[in-house]
């Protein structure tokens, strides 16, 4: 990672987690007073150069949701909590991902970070999105904004996300990549709070 991104990773992450700290107290009391289970959701994704690491988020869906149903989750997933849809529906779930930044796992700006079984399916060219730190956002993730309502209008989500959807992300990172800088991710940034908050 040039120094320039890390730099800018590692400022504003740590900014971020001083300022939002208040707001992930009450996000963190929202989900405890619920079910009473974890606040924390720490799931085993694949990283830069296909290196292994612990990715958090705050939890969304029941204890032990992975064992009740399918890696992917599509809109109206009844494993999904009520305090989840709203953390979902802004994307606050994400927020604990500036620990991942600042440890130097994930870049603020880079190719959603994937699980080992569809890292396993790419073929030699979709490979090279691993020589990227994976990130919290992307261009992709801005353009499949909505990619939990396309999967659950699919008789088969996970056929249409590996076949369709995640080819298309992986080509849509690999290409910002060649141009990307620190202005641009910067953009990237404003972009994703614009389709949050519309």
């Known amino acids: 990672m040039r120094w320039e991104k890390r730099a800018f990773d590692f400022i504003f992450s740590t900014l971020g987690l001083v300022f939002l700290f208040p707001f992930f107290l009450i996000i963190a009391l929202m989900i405890k007073i619920e079910d009473g289970g974890p606040v924390l959701f720490i799931q085993k994704r694949v990283g830069y150069k296909g290196r292994p690491f612990f990715m958090y988020k705050f939890r969304t869906m029941v204890v032990d949701a992975e064992k009740k149903g399918n ?18 529906k802004f994307k606050l779930d994400e927020l604990p991902q500036l620990i991942n930044v600042i440890k130097g796992e994930m870049s603020l700006v880079g190719p959603r970070p994937e699980v080992e079984k569809y890292v396993n399916l790419y073929t030699n060219e979709q490979r090279e999105v691993l020589n990227l730190y994976p990130g919290i956002t992307d261009p992709a993730s801005i353009e499949y904004v909505n990619e939990s309502e396309l999967l659950a209008q699919s008789s088969d989500p996970e056929k249409l996300y590996v076949e369709k959807i995640m080819p298309e992300k992986i080509r849509i990172n690999l290409e910002y990549a060649r141009k990307a800088s620190w202005w641009t991710d910067f953009l990237v940034i404003v972009k994703t709070l614009a389709r949050i908050i519309s």
């Open 71 to 88: 890696l992917l989750t599509v809109g109206g997933d009844p494993r999904i909590t009520k305090s989840g849809r709203l953390l979902r």
